[in-house]
């Protein structure tokens, strides 16, 4: 079964690929906050403080949407094999065979790239830890002391998370007959289970509820940054609970979004059509897309209100705001990867249906043009949605600093991270579909 394992992942390259990456960088990323909060056990007074702020709080909420990318990474490469695991049962082999196979490919993988992750870790970890010094957070005398504990703990959480979603894809696609598990795989399509959406529900409430905290009750606190404690997340939470919901969403969305890009022709017309049905395989782009907007959003523009209606020189400030800019800095080339990521494996993909399009008498540049077709529409839905979500830690924090419900200032930002987002987007799906299948 090992050796069969090992040959099938060969075939697969692109799709090996996106998870390695998804599991080394994840790794990497929680593993260099969590060194902060390693060396906080050899610090004192606030410098232990600001380490404990850096690597648990605001390192954890980096996690979370670190997990969930892990997560629906490696669930979106097992649930692409469908189509396979179908053919593997209709010559004879059992459920819990092909279940084994999966769980074996995707174990070597994700374990190759958490070990290589948590020693790129140790190494990053010692970076952003001067980083943090040379900013002036803590003392020159506080020291770095973070050993394996922190980084193979981060490892091992990483791979948890893609184990249980390797787990629930598998048994996803090996379950029910093989010929309906064909049928299903030729269609693409699938209800979404009753966990995800409870999942969806919580987060988006949780954060809505914290944004109505605020309003209510934090805003009234005599310490300023109380409103940007119970503000802050909102939008981190929001942004994952509607990525959660990413297939569903871009099915609903796909339709009147492609009204527009429909008016662009043949390749409008297709592009508008394999959006909405191939929900299930544009949602791993729609997710990082909607999670970086929403994130990057609502950070800069809580930074900018916070810069804005708080003395100048105030040291609690100048803290704060290089958090803030660290960990949106660090998400967001997180995210981009990821879209980047997502996008190389879904059109690996669908290489096989490209080179039809060509051999019925697509050009070149009508498949790239249809492609790119669909990268604009789930980029708008993103954007749309993202900027939605952000609005839940930017309305409030913005009333609770006195400035009502529209910021006073840095509207700039929104066009600014849309248009960053949307060229992204558009820039990963053409180069994509150049190297896999025009350019061949």
Known sequence: MNSLALRS?????????????????????????????ESSSAASGTDADTLVILGAVVGGWGSMIVLFSVAS?????????????????????????ARRLVVRETAAVTTLAALLGALVASVTGHALFDLVRSGGLVADATVYDAGPASVGAAAVLVLVAAGVATWVAARRATRGPAGVLLREAAAEQGRMRWWRVLAAVVLVGYGIAMAVITVAVTAHDEDPYAAMSTSGSSSILVGVGLAVLAPVLLRWFAAPAGLLVGRAGA???????????????LAG??????????AAVGTLLLVDIDARTLPAGNPDSDTITLL???????LSLFAAIMVVNAFVAAIAHRRDELQRLRLIGATPRQVERSVVAEAAIVAAIGVVLGTLAALTTVVPFAIARHEGAVPDGGLWL?????????????????????AQVVGR
């Open 414 to 434: 929104v066009p600014a991270v849309v248009a960053g987002v949307v060229a992204l987007t558009l820039c990963a799906a053409r180069t994509s579909v150049r």
């Open 267 to 281: 390749s409008g017309h297709l592009a508008s059509y394999n959006t909405a049905r191939r929900a299930h395989l």
């Open 9 to 37: 992942l060969r075939q697969r390259p692109f799709a090996a690929t996106a998870t390695f990456l998804a599991v080394l960088l994840g790794t990497v990323l929680i593993g260099s906050f969590a060194t902060l909060a």
């Open 73 to 97: 990474t490696v669930g979106i490469t097992t649930h692409q094999r469908a189509g396979e695991i179908g053919l593997l049962r209709t010559v004879g082999a059992t459920p819990r065979q």
């Open 285 to 294: 782009v729609l997710a990082p897309v909607l999670v970086l907007t929403s």
């Open 324 to 330: 803030n800019n660290v960990v949106v800095g660090m």
